[in-house]
């Protein structure tokens, strides 16, 4: 069983991951990284550990359903089973979504249903409410709506800062997201044995 991780930035969800899966807790083969930035920190990092990278941009492919279409074929050329979504900053579209149902895991920084799309620590920091937290969930085809896997809570208190917040939501993310890969993947693997 193959998995790719999909991210767009500094890569330390993928670099939680990684170290998990190194270490043997979380099974399969991670066979790719994919990114979207071709000058992500990220990209090095995968580089560094000798983990196969691929990374182009929707602008070089001439627009999205081509760049999906293209992603859609480097997955079948890396036999990739499952998308793990680690700070990927662009909305799944219908090919990836039709040839992976169910098979697409994100993370989010915040107690979904609030505070979905690309600012969930400022948005919930801002609304100055006293908890926001991690939330994993499959990917459909709305903006961080797929069926919630886990969600785990942080408490904001007076005395956080955004970069407080930040800190411990990332703090979360790095302990959980490894821990629900293993459970999903060693489910899968069951299942097709």
Excluded at 16 to 45: H, R, S
Excluded at 46 to 51: E, M
């Amino acid at each position: 069983m193959n998995f790719a991780v999909f991210a767009s930035g500094s890569g330390t969800n993928f670099a939680a991951i990684l170290k998990a899966w190194q270490e043997k807790k979380i099974p399969g083969k991670l066979a790719l990284l994919f990114c979207d930035q071709p000058t992500a920190p990220v990209v090095k990092k995968a580089q560094a550990q000798a983990i196969p990278c691929v990374t182009f941009t929707v602008k070089s492919c001439g627009g999205k359903l081509a760049y999906e279409k293209k992603i859609l074929a480097v997955l079948k050329e890396y036999q990739v089973d499952w998308l793990v979504l680690a700070g990927y900053m662009r909305i799944v579209g219908s090919p990836i979504l039709t040839a992976y149902p169910q098979k697409i895991i994100n993370i989010h920084p915040a107690l979904l249903p609030n505070f979905p799309g690309l600012h969930g620590i400022e948005d919930a920091f801002a609304a100055g409410v006293s908890k926001t937290g991690v939330t994993i969930h499959y990917v459909d085809s709305g903006v961080d709506t797929g069926p919630v896997i886990c969600q785990e809570a942080v408490t904001i208190t007076s005395e956080d800062t955004l970069a407080s917040l930040a800190t411990k939501i990332h703090a979360v993310e790095h302990r959980i997201y490894p821990q629900v890969l293993q459970k999903i993947f060693q489910e899968a693997e069951e299942q097709n044995d």
